[in-house]
């Protein structure tokens, strides 16, 4: 328990580190970037077509929430605030808080993201696993194909696939997160429109990634089946059953990794794909915030990800030593 | 068994309950069919409901209102529909507006709108600067003084020392929003500090300390969002998630029996995909202006009820020159490459559907340009027709020769160019394509390079890091504004108090690098800049006068080639909803929230 504490304690101060470092990169990083958010703003107005004189008395306050300063009173000033938990104010909304931005944005991410990565698991490891049990048949080499294929697919494309067939054309789904004439709340109508809503983004995801999955673990239940101790236990004649389970216990180690990664990079949201079911999530607002050149938003949302990444790791990390005997006691071969 | 699907249960409507906090709780019911759709902008569920933030959920015409609603006038900046406002009258010297109210005005919580809140919203305006209502003392065409008549009559004064025609549209074009809401959020010396602020006898302490609060308030009223919305428009909002915003009609609005749907749906949008998908799926009653591609707007027009309504668009699309590279500082070379321009052919490629191509480089779009000055004016000017010989001996006049096909400079070195576009916009990624491919042809290779994203193509564009590129022009219908595009900041001219000063290419934002002054035939010497802003306090006749200068300046100077005048494209369905705006209306800048006010937009029956 003390050796789990202290391998705990010394990530997290890993962690901290990093977070740091990454979160001083991000804050070079988008000011280094060209553009002005009140000219960006102006412009965008022109193009909409809002009158000049409109636009200017519309971006005018603007100014006020650009950081001033020199780079080093404005890093203190965001390191300070950071430490509050306070990751400022919006330029973009002007004033908005961006930690209410980020939270309102990341609810939606997660789960939209985590209903597709689950999902893609779960396909993945059972085609997987009957991909590699069925290798010598057709069966194995068709599931290998497809998995191929779809991993194949950039995700912009299966989105606007499904969006054209079954929203477009079809119209058995709707874009965005949900109906706005039904009343929000803990009610069946509500319910089931979010669910709705999400099932096709969520498909989107969980179709062009299970293909990654399913090679990964057609792959490593292939390694698993040639091992020694697969053969011993067939001669000792123990059941199927009993085998199996010692190959998908193996076969998943590599998976979890993965798995657990995916889960830490999906706070990045799924942007493609947000932004072809018009879903407003992680990915939609950084692309947004980076097109305003909000600095505020986008240093808000990259922490946010770097955060849910390292801590990812961590976890990923803690769990690999949990259910693989040979890390934890540093025996692997 | 039991105990799971219980679990199961509790997270999906932990799950849904935590994402229905962005909304309120009043009743809805989802099967109406006098509930009209619409995408209007991009929806930020977090934003308040204040019409004076950028992302806000007050939505003009809807729950946001103005004294007046602009036409889309090709020539007359101040030509307004009534809003709030019954009438108004303005002296000639624009130095005194009186606005009277409509006296059957009320706020959704059953108040009457009077004068008390039009004040109120000006001291609001003034916190957040700009137009009218700029905080600095001796601004042009500020509001020096605001006095309540009565409960329905409101007079403003321009600060003394200007007499700008654009008073009367700012101050009509202010939003207008509740006493009883913002007031409380003001300090009750509001107007004390904004007259230190303006005041140019003021000493220079007082000002800055005046104006610092004015400013500090600004920030603080432009993030205040009321938790109710107390609108005195045709709809109240019910509540926003972030893909929509659902609006109630407003039984309080003083017009609620012009109103038809009895709830509004504005929906979200992050690009123009998204709005292509809902309009080809049947479910938008209306959309704003959106670039579409031919076999797009095909497959809208194919579902059933969709209909496009156009009318012209106060906007052109220039290929704008940095006359501090050289060989662009040469006219002749400019010229050249507007001979050498097939400007149909480039409309054709790049905006087919949503531009026509100009008639010539005027500075204003061609309609507007034939309004001010006369078609037959307009047909004097060099029209510059696609011609390869005319383009061929202005190249020369430059001192150029051609050598295998290639266009050589006087230095030995080859003509080429740089063409400069944003990423993500298609019509002049794609004109540039085409033009690239024109010089080329004609002997001048042209590369068209393609910036990361707007913000960074703006930022160095004003850098001066491009040759050419692409630049919005002729943005009326206020002639200072169009021809600030071309003689603004962005050519050297800045304003100071009521006077322009000139600024050397590189400084101050000047990137297109034009010369000061030029001799045109006919004309003498010319400033661009100094009658640009003359124009902000010119009558009609005055106005007429210097357009026809900046006209032929622009025409023979060239500092952008005039390409495309744009076409303003709407795309309504008319399966619920019917009698929209006709073809060329002077409503079609306006919002449907606005042409439900002016008796539009009807209950099919």
Same mark, same amino acid.
């Given at each position: 328990?003390?050796?789990?504490l202290?391998?705990?304690?010394?990530?997290?101060?890993?962690?901290?580190v990093m977070?740091?470092?990454?979160?001083?990169?991000?804050?070079?990083?988008?000011?280094?970037?060209p553009?002005d958010?009140?000219?960006?703003?102006?412009?965008k107005?022109?193009?909409?077509?809002?009158?000049?004189?409109?636009?200017?008395?519309?971006?005018?306050?603007t100014?006020?929430?650009?950081?001033?300063?020199?780079?080093i009173?404005?890093?203190?000033?965001?390191?300070?605030?950071?430490?509050?938990f306070?990751?400022?104010?919006?330029?973009?909304?002007?004033?908005?808080?961006?930690?209410?931005?980020?939270?309102?944005?990341?609810?939606?991410?997660i789960?939209?993201?985590l209903?597709?990565?689950?999902?893609?698991?779960?396909?993945?490891?059972?085609?997987g696993?009957?991909?590699?049990?069925?290798?010598?048949?057709?069966?194995g080499?068709?599931?290998s194909?497809?998995g191929?294929?779809?991993?194949?697919?950039?995700?912009y494309?299966?989105?606007?696939?499904?969006v054209?067939?079954?929203t477009?054309?079809?119209?058995?789904?709707?874009t965005?997160?949900v109906?706005?004439?039904?009343?929000p709340?803990?009610?069946?109508?509500?319910?089931?429109?979010?669910?709705?809503?999400a099932?096709?983004?969520a498909?989107?995801?969980?179709?062009?990634?299970?293909?990654?999955?399913?090679?990964?673990?057609?792959?490593?239940?292939?390694?698993?089946?040639?091992?020694?101790?697969?053969?011993?236990?067939?001669l000792?004649?123990?059941?199927?059953?009993?085998?199996?389970?010692?190959?998908?216990?193996?076969?998943?180690?590599?998976?979890?990794?993965?798995?657990?990664?995916s889960?830490?990079?999906?706070?990045?949201?799924?942007?493609?794909?947000?932004?072809?079911?018009?879903?407003?999530?992680?990915g939609?607002?950084l692309?947004?915030?980076?097109?305003?050149r909000?600095?505020s938003?986008?240093?808000g949302?990259?922490?946010?990800?770097?955060?849910?990444?390292?801590?990812?790791?961590?976890?990923?990390?803690?769990l690999?030593?949990?259910i693989?005997p040979?890390?934890?006691?540093?025996?692997?071969? | 068994?039991?105990?799971?699907?219980f679990?199961?249960?509790?997270?999906a #409507?932990?799950?849904?309950?935590?994402?229905g906090?962005?909304?309120?709780?009043?009743?809805?019911?989802?099967?109406?069919?006098?509930?009209?759709?619409?995408?209007?902008?991009?929806?930020?569920?977090?934003?308040?409901i204040?019409?004076?933030?950028?992302?806000?959920?007050?939505?003009?015409?809807?729950?946001?209102?103005?004294?007046?609603?602009?036409?889309?006038?090709?020539?007359?900046?101040?030509?307004?529909?009534?809003?709030?406002a019954?009438?108004?009258?303005?002296?000639?010297?624009?130095?005194?507006?009186?606005?009277?109210?409509?006296?059957?005005a009320?706020?959704?919580?059953?108040?009457?709108?009077t004068?008390d809140?039009?004040?109120?919203?000006?001291?609001?305006?003034?916190?957040?600067?700009?137009?009218?209502f700029?905080?600095?003392p001796?601004?042009?065409?500020?509001?020096?003084?605001?006095?309540?008549?009565?409960?329905?009559?409101?007079?403003?004064?321009?600060?003394?020392g200007?007499?700008?025609?654009?008073?009367l549209?700012?101050?009509?074009?202010?939003?207008v929003?509740?006493?009883?809401?913002?007031?409380?959020?003001m300090?009750?010396?509001?107007?004390?500090?904004?007259?230190?602020?303006?005041d140019p006898?003021?000493?220079?302490?007082?000002?800055?300390?005046?104006?610092?609060?004015?400013?500090?308030?600004?920030k603080?009223l432009?993030?205040?969002?009321?938790?109710?919305?107390?609108?005195?428009?045709?709809?109240v909002?019910?509540?926003?998630?972030?893909?929509?915003?659902?609006?109630?009609?407003?039984?309080h609005?003083?017009?609620?029996?012009?109103?038809?749907?009895?709830?509004v749906?504005?929906?979200?949008?992050?690009?123009?995909?998204?709005?292509?998908n809902?309009?080809?799926?049947?479910?938008?009653?209306?959309?704003?202006?959106?670039?579409t591609?031919?076999?797009?707007?095909?497959?809208?027009?194919a579902?059933?009820?969709?209909?496009?309504?156009?009318?012209?668009?106060?906007?052109?699309?220039?290929?704008?020159?940095?006359?501090?590279?050289?060989?662009?500082?040469?006219?002749?070379?400019?010229?050249?490459?507007?001979?050498?321009?097939?400007?149909?052919?480039?409309?054709?490629?790049?905006?087919s559907?949503?531009?026509?191509?100009?008639?010539?480089?005027?500075g204003?779009?061609?309609?507007a340009?034939?309004?001010?000055?006369?078609?037959?004016?307009?047909?004097?000017?060099?029209?510059?027709?696609?011609?390869?010989?005319?383009g061929?001996?202005?190249?020369?006049?430059? #001192?150029?020769?051609k050598?295998?096909?290639?266009?050589i400079?006087?230095?030995?070195?080859?003509f080429?160019l740089?063409?400069?576009?944003?990423?993500?916009?298609?019509?002049?990624?794609?004109?540039?394509k085409s033009?690239?491919?024109?010089?080329?042809?004609?002997?001048?290779?042209?590369?068209?390079?393609?910036?990361?994203?707007?913000?960074?193509?703006?930022?160095?564009?004003?850098?001066?890091k491009?040759?050419?590129?692409f630049?919005?022009?002729?943005?009326?219908?206020?002639?200072?504004?169009?021809?600030?595009?071309?003689?603004g900041?962005?050519n #050297?001219?800045?304003q100071?108090?009521?006077n322009?000063?000139?600024?050397?290419?590189?400084?101050? #934002?000047?990137?297109?690098?034009g010369?000061?002054?030029?001799?045109?035939?006919?004309?003498?010497?010319?400033?661009?800049?100094?009658?640009?802003?003359?124009?902000?306090q010119?009558?009609?006749?005055?106005?007429?006068?210097?357009v026809?200068?900046?006209?032929?300046?622009s025409?023979?100077?060239?500092?952008?080639?005039?390409?495309?005048?744009?076409?303003?494209?709407q795309?309504?369905?008319e399966?619920?909803?019917?009698?929209?705006?006709?073809?060329?209306?002077?409503?079609?800048?306006?919002?449907?929230?606005?042409?439900?006010?002016?008796?539009?937009?009807?209950?099919k029956?």
């Amino acid at each position: 328990m003390l050796a789990f504490l202290r391998r705990l304690a010394g990530h997290l101060v890993r962690g901290v580190v990093m977070i740091w470092v990454v979160t001083t990169f991000t804050f070079v990083l988008v000011r280094l970037m060209p553009g002005d958010p009140v000219q960006t703003q102006y412009e965008k107005l022109l193009a909409q077509g809002v009158s000049a004189e409109q636009a200017r008395a519309q971006v005018q306050v603007t100014y006020g929430f650009v950081p001033h300063g020199s780079w080093i009173s404005q890093y203190g000033d965001y390191l300070w605030k950071l430490l509050h938990f306070d990751l400022g104010k919006s330029v973009s909304a002007q004033g908005v808080s961006v930690t209410t931005e980020v939270l309102g944005a990341a609810k939606w991410t997660i789960g939209l993201v985590l209903a597709g990565t689950l999902l893609s698991f779960v396909i993945g490891v059972v085609l997987g696993v009957i991909a590699a049990m069925k290798r010598e048949g057709h069966v194995g080499s068709i599931l290998s194909l497809i998995g191929s294929l779809l991993h194949g697919i950039p995700q912009y494309v299966m989105a606007l696939v499904l969006v054209t067939f079954l929203t477009v054309k079809l119209k058995l789904f709707s874009t965005g997160p949900v109906n706005g004439l039904i009343d929000p709340g803990f009610n069946g109508p509500y319910l089931a429109s979010i669910i709705s809503h999400a099932v096709l983004p969520a498909a989107a995801f969980a179709l062009s990634s299970f293909g990654g999955y399913l090679l990964t673990m057609k792959s490593s239940v292939v390694s698993v089946l040639g091992d020694d101790f697969i053969l011993a236990s067939e001669l000792r004649g123990i059941k199927p059953s009993i085998i199996f389970r010692y190959v998908a216990r193996n076969a998943l180690l590599p998976l979890f990794t993965v798995l657990a990664l995916s889960l830490g990079f999906m706070i990045g949201g799924a942007v493609f794909i947000e932004h072809a079911f018009n879903y407003p999530g992680m990915g939609a607002m950084l692309i947004d915030s980076i097109g305003n050149r909000d600095y505020s938003e986008m240093s808000g949302a990259f922490l946010l990800i770097t955060g849910a990444v390292i801590l990812a790791n961590i976890a990923a990390d803690l769990l690999y030593s949990a259910i693989d005997p040979r890390v934890r006691h540093g025996g692997a071969t | 068994m039991k105990r799971r699907a219980f679990a199961g249960l509790t997270a999906a #409507g932990g799950f849904a309950a935590v994402m229905g906090t962005a909304g309120c709780t009043d009743s809805s019911d989802s099967s109406s069919a006098d509930v009209f759709t619409a995408i209007e902008t991009e929806i930020d569920a977090n934003a308040p409901i204040n019409p004076y933030n950028q992302k806000t959920n007050s939505f003009q015409g809807y729950n946001a209102m103005k004294l007046g609603w602009a036409k889309n006038s090709l020539t007359d900046a101040n030509a307004f529909y009534p809003a709030l406002a019954a009438s108004w009258s303005e002296t000639p010297d624009h130095l005194k507006l009186t606005v009277k109210l409509r006296p059957d005005a009320k706020w959704s919580d059953g108040k009457p709108v009077t004068a008390d809140d039009v004040k109120a919203s000006a001291a609001v305006s003034f916190s957040q600067g700009g137009g009218a209502f700029a905080v600095a003392p001796g601004a042009a065409g500020g509001v020096g003084a605001v006095k309540v008549i009565d409960a329905h009559t409101i007079e403003f004064d321009q600060s003394p020392g200007s007499s700008n025609n654009s008073f009367l549209r700012n101050v009509l074009n202010m939003w207008v929003v509740p006493n009883s809401v913002y007031g409380p959020q003001m300090p009750a010396n509001i107007w004390d500090l904004i007259k230190t602020a303006t005041d140019p006898k003021a000493s220079k302490k007082d000002q800055a300390a005046a104006q610092g609060k004015v400013q500090a308030l600004g920030k603080k009223l432009v993030e205040f969002g009321p938790k109710k919305d107390v609108s005195a428009g045709p709809f109240v909002l019910q509540r926003v998630n972030p893909g929509e915003a659902v609006l109630v009609k407003n039984t309080h609005f003083f017009d609620a029996d012009k109103i038809a749907p009895s709830k509004v749906v504005l929906k979200n949008y992050s690009g123009n995909e998204q709005i292509w998908n809902y309009l080809i799926a049947g479910e938008l009653d209306a959309a704003i202006y959106t670039a579409t591609p031919a076999n797009v707007r095909k497959k809208i027009l194919a579902k059933q009820g969709n209909k496009m309504i156009s009318g012209f668009s106060p906007v052109a699309a220039a290929l704008a020159f940095n006359q501090s590279v050289k060989p662009l500082d040469n006219v002749h070379v400019r010229r050249a490459l507007a001979y050498l321009i097939d400007r149909k052919l480039t409309t054709k490629i790049g905006e087919s559907i949503g531009g026509a191509p100009s008639q010539t480089t005027t500075g204003l779009i061609s309609d507007a340009a034939n309004a001010w000055i006369g078609q037959a004016a307009v047909d004097k000017l060099n029209q510059y027709p696609h011609d390869a010989g005319k383009g061929e001996a202005e190249l020369k006049k430059a #001192g150029m020769s051609k050598k295998g096909g290639q266009w050589i400079q006087a230095n030995g070195k080859p003509f080429t160019l740089q063409l400069q576009v944003p990423n993500g916009f298609s019509d002049w990624i794609a004109g540039g394509k085409s033009i690239s491919s024109q010089l080329t042809d004609a002997g001048i290779k042209t590369e068209v390079k393609t910036s990361a994203d707007y913000a960074t193509y703006l930022s160095e564009i004003a850098e001066g890091k491009y040759q050419l590129g692409f630049w919005l022009i002729a943005l009326g219908p206020s002639t200072h504004d169009a021809y600030a595009r071309l003689y603004g900041p962005s050519n #050297g001219w800045n304003q100071f108090g009521a006077n322009v000063q000139h600024s050397a290419p590189g400084k101050n #934002g000047n990137w297109m690098g034009g010369a000061e002054k030029a001799t045109i035939p006919g004309l003498g010497t010319i400033n661009p800049g100094e009658l640009t802003n003359k124009l902000a306090q010119a009558n009609e006749a005055q106005q007429k006068e210097i357009v026809a200068k900046l006209a032929a300046y622009s025409n023979d100077q060239l500092p952008a080639i005039q390409i495309w005048d744009y076409t303003n494209i709407q795309f309504v369905n008319e399966s619920r909803f019917t009698n929209y705006p006709k073809n060329d209306s002077d409503v079609l800048r306006l919002h449907p929230g606005m042409w439900m006010q002016l008796g539009y937009i009807q209950k099919k029956k």
